[in-house]
């Protein structure tokens, strides 16, 4: 693309050609101008092509110079305007400058005189469209700022999806992206559409015809393409989208994509755009961190809830706030029957997934506010927050049930069909140390196993035992 092509663009309205030619010969090296016989001319250019500045006499036939300066004011306020004049008062050009004319200029007209204010006037303006470009680059890094909080991948797409929205002049995304919590599986996030439509894409773009994501690499606008194909499966015909890939240093992987708007993306919104993913690939890159440093310290890599250096500190925090608020605490020791045959007929890794299956099953049977573990094997602990010893086992007697009540998947062989005995102990009347409540629920849980398993048994039964 030449310079020319780049330049601004000049209007020259006067019906003397001489003057529309010496003004050409003035500033043509400094813009692309074009030339108008008449007001009217004029208006009927700037509707097919906007211009910055507009170079018009005073007085012609039509449209009077002061006529089209208030047109142009009006409806192209972004545009400036000198005026040309062969009888310039003080009056008339206080005037000008009032009705919003950035300057004037009295005939006959002087080449250097003109070009130097040309140049002044288009030098003021890409000045100011530098500093608003620099404002909005401004805006949107203090809106990236809420990416830095996000320290799960999740939330750093759907975030990164809510920033691209709110900078860029669209008003419908879609956010999908591989969840590394979950191997082998999506994650999507959604903006602008009714419930029910999300509901039909979250199935489409997960279920039925999962996307690459992997073949994005560079952002674009794409007129065609997979999720285009899984949107008209579904009823929608989406157009052009901007295909925003975000990618960790690690496993982390997804795409934003927006849907375009009538009048596209200009060169400026797809910087912008730019702007947003490289902090939103730094949020991603810091959640990775954090995510493999949680893994290594609380995390159990097996089953994904916490693990018994977690518990241990989360027994002596909720102890200690158990004791100030006065307030009870329920331990929960879960362990498996027989869960050794599990592993001796199907193999450790169906082992494995069964443990996985089973830690949702308990999630789902607690709080947020509780704590899971795993202590250790096929063992699992509860901390149950605000719970008194008859809740915790009125709790316990539910997660027996929903094991038993569950099928695990047994890889090719038929499901599996399991059952778990429950030890459930109680702060302060079963013990009031972290240690003694552990031990306590832990000896009630073989005291389950001896009553013959699939069962629960407090602490307080052992003393009656």
């Given at each position: 693309?030449?310079?020319?092509?780049?330049?601004?663009r000049?209007?020259?309205?006067?019906?003397?050609r001489?003057?529309?030619?010496?003004?050409?010969?003035?500033?043509?090296?400094?813009?692309?101008?074009?030339?108008?016989?008449?007001?009217?001319?004029?208006?009927?250019?700037?509707?097919r092509?906007p211009a910055?500045?507009?170079?018009?006499?005073?007085?012609?036939?039509?449209?009077?110079?002061?006529?089209?300066?208030?047109?142009?004011?009006?409806e192209?306020?972004?545009t400036?305007?000198?005026?040309?004049?062969?009888?310039?008062?003080?009056?008339?050009?206080?005037?000008?400058?009032?009705?919003?004319?950035?300057?004037?200029?009295?005939?006959?007209?002087?080449?250097?005189?003109?070009?130097?204010?040309?140049?002044?006037?288009?030098?003021?303006?890409?000045?100011?469209?530098?500093?608003?470009?620099?404002?909005?680059?401004?805006?949107?890094l203090?809106?990236?700022?809420?990416?830095?909080?996000?320290?799960?991948?999740?939330?750093?797409?759907?975030?990164?999806?809510?920033l691209?929205?709110?900078?860029?002049?669209?008003?419908?995304?879609?956010?999908?992206?591989?969840?590394?919590s979950?191997?082998?599986?999506?994650?999507?996030?959604?903006?602008?559409?009714?419930?029910?439509?999300?509901?039909?894409?979250?199935?489409a773009?997960l279920?039925?015809?999962?996307?690459?994501?992997?073949?994005?690499?560079?952002?674009?606008?794409?007129?065609?393409?997979?999720?285009?194909?899984?949107?008209?499966?579904?009823?929608?015909?989406?157009?052009?989208?901007?295909a925003?890939?975000?990618?960790?240093?690690e496993?982390?992987?997804?795409?934003?994509?927006l849907?375009?708007?009538?009048g596209g993306?200009?060169?400026?919104?797809?910087?912008?755009?730019?702007?947003?993913?490289?902090?939103?690939?730094?949020a991603?890159?810091?959640?990775?961190?954090?995510?493999?440093?949680?893994?290594?310290?609380?995390?159990?890599?097996?089953?994904?809830?916490?693990?018994?250096?977690?518990?241990?500190?989360?027994?002596?925090?909720?102890?200690?706030?158990?004791?100030?608020?006065?307030?009870?605490?329920?331990?929960?020791?879960l362990?498996?029957?027989?869960?050794?045959?599990?592993?001796?007929?199907?193999?450790?890794?169906?082992?494995?997934?069964?443990?996985?299956?089973?830690?949702?099953?308990?999630?789902?049977?607690?709080?947020?506010?509780?704590?899971?573990?795993?202590?250790?094997?096929?063992?699992?602990t509860?901390?149950?927050?605000?719970?008194?010893?008859?809740?915790g086992?009125?709790?316990?007697?539910?997660?027996r049930?929903?094991?038993?009540?569950t099928?695990?998947?047994?890889?090719?062989?038929?499901?599996?069909?399991?059952?778990?005995?429950?030890?459930?102990?109680?702060?302060?009347q079963?013990?009031?140390?972290?240690d003694?409540?552990?031990?306590?629920?832990?000896?009630?849980?073989?005291?389950?196993?001896?009553?013959?398993?699939?069962?629960?048994?407090?602490?307080?039964?052992l003393?009656?035992?």
């Amino acid at each position: 693309m030449t310079a020319v092509q780049t330049a601004a663009r000049v209007l020259v309205v006067d019906d003397d050609r001489l003057i529309r030619e010496m003004v050409r010969d003035a500033i043509e090296d400094r813009a692309r101008v074009e030339s108008c016989e008449t007001g009217e001319a004029a208006l009927d250019a700037l509707a097919r092509e906007p211009a910055d500045l507009v170079i018009s006499d005073l007085t012609m036939p039509g449209i009077s110079g002061t006529d089209l300066l208030e047109r142009v004011r009006r409806e192209y306020p972004g545009t400036d305007f000198i005026l040309l004049t062969a009888h310039a008062t003080v009056e008339s050009a206080v005037g000008a400058l009032r009705m919003g004319a950035a300057d004037y200029i009295v005939k006959p007209i002087h080449a250097e005189e003109l070009a130097l204010l040309v140049e002044r006037i288009l030098a003021r303006r890409r000045l100011l469209e530098e500093n608003a470009r620099l404002r909005d680059e401004l805006r949107t890094l203090d809106a990236c700022r809420t990416l830095v909080r996000c320290l799960d991948p999740g939330e750093v797409y759907a975030v990164a999806l809510d920033l691209l929205l709110g900078t860029l002049p669209s008003d419908r995304g879609i956010a999908l992206f591989h969840r590394t919590s979950l191997p082998m599986t999506d994650g999507v996030a959604f903006r602008g559409f009714e419930e029910g439509e999300a509901r039909r894409l979250r199935a489409a773009l997960l279920q039925d015809k999962p996307l690459e994501l992997d073949t994005y690499r560079e952002l674009g606008v794409l007129g065609d393409g997979e999720l285009h194909e899984a949107l008209r499966e579904v009823g929608f015909e989406p157009g052009r989208l901007l295909a925003v890939p975000l990618r960790g240093r690690e496993t982390e992987a997804g795409v934003v994509w927006l849907f375009e708007p009538l009048g596209g993306f200009s060169t400026e919104q797809l910087e912008s755009a730019r702007l947003v993913a490289g902090h939103a690939e730094l949020a991603l890159q810091n959640a990775e961190r954090y995510h493999q440093a949680k893994e290594r310290a609380f995390v159990d890599d097996v089953t994904e809830v916490y693990n018994a250096r977690f518990l241990l500190q989360a027994t002596e925090h909720e102890i200690q706030r158990a004791e100030r608020y006065e307030k009870p605490l329920t331990v929960l020791f879960l362990d498996l029957d027989r869960f050794k045959l599990v592993n001796d007929r199907h193999g450790h890794l169906v082992g494995s997934n069964v443990l996985r299956q089973l830690s949702r099953v308990l999630e789902d049977c607690i709080r947020q506010v509780d704590t899971l573990a795993r202590y250790g094997g096929d063992e699992f602990t509860i901390l149950l927050v605000d719970t008194d010893a008859r809740e915790g086992l009125a709790i316990a007697e539910r997660i027996r049930r929903m094991v038993a009540e569950t099928f695990f998947e047994g890889g090719q062989a038929a499901p599996i069909r399991l059952t778990v005995s429950i030890g459930v102990s109680a702060y302060p009347q079963d013990a009031r140390d972290r240690d003694g409540l552990l031990d306590a629920a832990d000896k009630a849980m073989y005291r389950a196993k001896s009553l013959g398993r699939d069962t629960c048994c407090a602490a307080s039964e052992l003393s009656e035992g």
